[in-house]
């Protein structure tokens, strides 16, 4: 092995906080998200001879992550009520209760959480790596190879959705009126 | 008003990019001059600003477990090498 070589601990061990923000995202569970982190990093080193030096180990390990919960984890979880990928809400116009979006602010984690786990996969984990975690598109399309205008159009659908979704919370939760009186 | 203003259609399609930072310092002067006069493109980049600092907020603070970790740096050096 070369002196100057990465070891696996040096490249992977930096983003196991992402890992596991990313893995407790698409499994909605703690102990299942330590699992499916602890699954990656022993097949990521498994792995590691065919890792490029100088390319994005952070891509390449969610790559891993993302297609250890694919075949292991998704099939197992969640029964949350679909949502409706046709019905893409309008942004509000400037007649709107709350035109700027202040009560997403007030909105409680458990209620995004709720919007966010209710979205398909493919379009959740595109919020996940870009929104929260801030990935740029290049690296998200790279991490699900995917191409870039995939990305760019499942995040704009998955946004308006869960803006949608959220704007319902918020009415419920009377942190803004409701746009149309309900019957 | 400058000769190379945009128009609405124009910021919108580049709001994402703005918001991200993304975008080269030149169209950020644009963008910001059509934002600074176009009461309804401002509205919307604050609503698209609301809604993702409320994802970043979900994001942050959360760590990989003390636990996970250490049971990590032990399986990884159980593991046998290549090379």
């Given at each position: 092995?070369?002196?100057?070589?990465?070891?696996?601990?040096s490249e992977?061990?930096?983003?196991?906080?992402?890992?596991?923000?990313?893995?407790?995202?698409?499994?909605?569970?703690?102990?299942?998200?330590?699992?499916?982190?602890?699954?990656?990093?022993?097949?990521?080193?498994?792995?590691?001879?065919?890792?490029?030096?100088?390319?994005?180990?952070?891509?390449?390990?969610?790559?891993?992550?993302?297609?250890?919960?694919?075949?292991?984890?998704?099939?197992?979880?969640?029964?949350?009520?679909?949502?409706?990928?046709?019905?893409?809400?309008?942004?509000?116009?400037?007649?709107?209760?709350?035109?700027?979006?202040?009560?997403?602010?007030?909105?409680?984690?458990?209620?995004?959480?709720?919007?966010l786990d209710?979205?398909?996969?493919?379009?959740?984990?595109?919020?996940?790596?870009?929104?929260?975690?801030?990935?740029?598109?290049?690296?998200?399309?790279?991490?699900?190879?995917?191409?870039?205008?995939?990305?760019?159009?499942?995040?704009?659908?998955?946004?308006?959705?869960?803006?949608?979704?959220?704007?319902?919370?918020?009415?419920?939760?009377?942190?803004?009126?409701?746009?149309?009186?309900?019957? | 008003?400058?000769?190379?203003?945009?128009?609405?259609?124009?910021?919108?399609?580049?709001?994402?990019?703005?918001?991200?930072?993304?975008?080269?310092?030149?169209?950020?002067?644009?963008?910001?001059?059509?934002?600074?006069?176009?009461?309804?493109?401002?509205?919307?980049?604050?609503?698209?600003?609301?809604?993702?600092?409320?994802?970043?907020?979900?994001?942050?603070?959360?760590?990989?477990p003390p636990?996970?970790?250490?049971?990590?740096?032990?399986?990884?050096?159980?593991?046998?090498?290549?090379?």
């Open positions: 092995m070369s002196a100057s070589a990465p070891s696996f601990e992977a061990l930096p983003h196991l906080d992402t890992l596991y923000r990313v893995a407790l995202r698409l499994t909605n569970n703690a102990a299942a998200a330590e699992d499916l982190v602890q699954d990656t990093m022993l097949r990521a080193l498994r792995a590691w001879g065919g890792f490029r030096p100088g390319s994005n180990a952070r891509a390449w390990l969610v790559t891993i992550l993302r297609n250890q919960f694919i075949s292991g984890w998704r099939s197992s979880k969640r029964g949350a009520q679909p949502v409706d990928l046709e019905a893409v809400p309008e942004l509000p116009d400037m007649d709107d209760p709350d035109p700027e979006g202040r009560f997403f602010a007030d909105l409680v984690d458990d209620e995004v959480l709720a919007a209710a979205l398909p996969d493919e379009f959740r984990e595109v919020v996940v790596l870009s929104d929260l975690e801030g990935l740029p598109y290049a690296e998200v399309a790279e991490a699900l190879g995917i191409p870039l205008g995939t990305v760019k159009s499942r995040i704009f659908r998955a946004r308006r959705i869960l803006q949608g979704q959220l704007r319902r919370y918020a009415e419920e939760s009377g942190l803004i009126r409701p746009t149309e009186p309900t019957p | 008003m400058t000769h190379d203003a945009i128009n609405c259609t124009a910021a919108l399609a580049e709001l994402d990019a703005f918001l991200r930072g993304e975008l080269p310092a030149d169209s950020v002067e644009r963008m910001q001059g059509h934002l600074d006069r176009c009461r309804h493109c401002a509205q919307i980049g604050r609503y698209e600003q609301a809604f993702r600092d409320r994802l970043q907020r979900l994001g942050s603070g959360t760590e990989c636990s996970l970790r250490e049971r990590i740096a032990t399986l990884l050096g159980d593991e046998p090498r290549s090379g």
